[in-house]
């Protein structure tokens, strides 16, 4: 499946695009950037320089991804959500001067496996996002966020777990601990502040 990139979007020609990419009008991905198969890139949307970008992602319109993040297979970043790249951010240098690029360290947003990020919400880096976590719109995420983890808020908390449905799980009557999904019926156990999958 050949990719497709419209012809207001600005693609640099070191970056690498898996087969069946869709790049849609005035998205940006910049050099050395690379993207796995199948992935869809909404208007306006941003890819910095170095970003890797697995199979099957998708960035909403006006996403900012900034270098050096990494998002694993199945991520769905929502639209206008932004992935920052830079901890102790300032234009200018301690005597005025404008800062350039060997000027900070970059840090990266890691987001895992099947992960969401919600419309609006923002990652602070240095953060890692888990396996199918939800980040709620309009959230903040501050620190780490385990698998399948709920969070809302600013600063982002776990209000909950989600399975690889995204659907909120519910705890099982009398079962302390074990989470199900309503819709798979799939079952999780809880230890330690920390979700596993059974089976």
């Known amino acids: ?52 970008i697995g199979d099957h992602v998708k960035l909403q319109n006006h996403a900012l991804v900034y270098e050096p993040a990494e998002l694993a297979d199945g991520v769905f970043v929502g639209p206008a959500a932004v992935l920052t790249n830079d901890y102790f951010p300032r234009s200018v240098d301690p005597e005025g001067r404008l800062k350039r690029g060997g000027d900070w360290v970059a840090v990266a947003v890691r987001v895992g496996e099947g992960a969401s990020l919600g419309a609006r919400s923002v990652c602070v880096a240095p953060v890692a996002v888990g396996r199918w976590a939800l980040v709620a719109a309009g959230a903040v995420v501050t620190r780490d966020v385990p698998d399948f983890a709920l969070v809302a808020g600013v600063p982002a908390r776990r209000i909950g777990w989600v399975g690889r449905a995204g659907e909120r799980l519910a705890e099982v009557e009398g079962e302390p601990g074990v989470w199900r ?16 999958e059974r089976g």
């Open 1 to 52: 499946m050949p990719t497709r990139i419209q012809p207001t979007a600005q693609v640099d020609g070191t970056a690498e695009l898996g087969d069946g990419t869709t790049v849609w009008d005035l998205a940006q991905i910049r050099e050395q950037a690379r993207l796995g198969r199948e992935c869809i890139i909404g208007r306006g949307a941003y890819v910095g320089p170095g970003v890797r």
């Open 181 to 196: 999904c309503p819709r798979t019926g799939a079952l999780h156990d809880e230890k330690d502040g920390t979700l596993f």
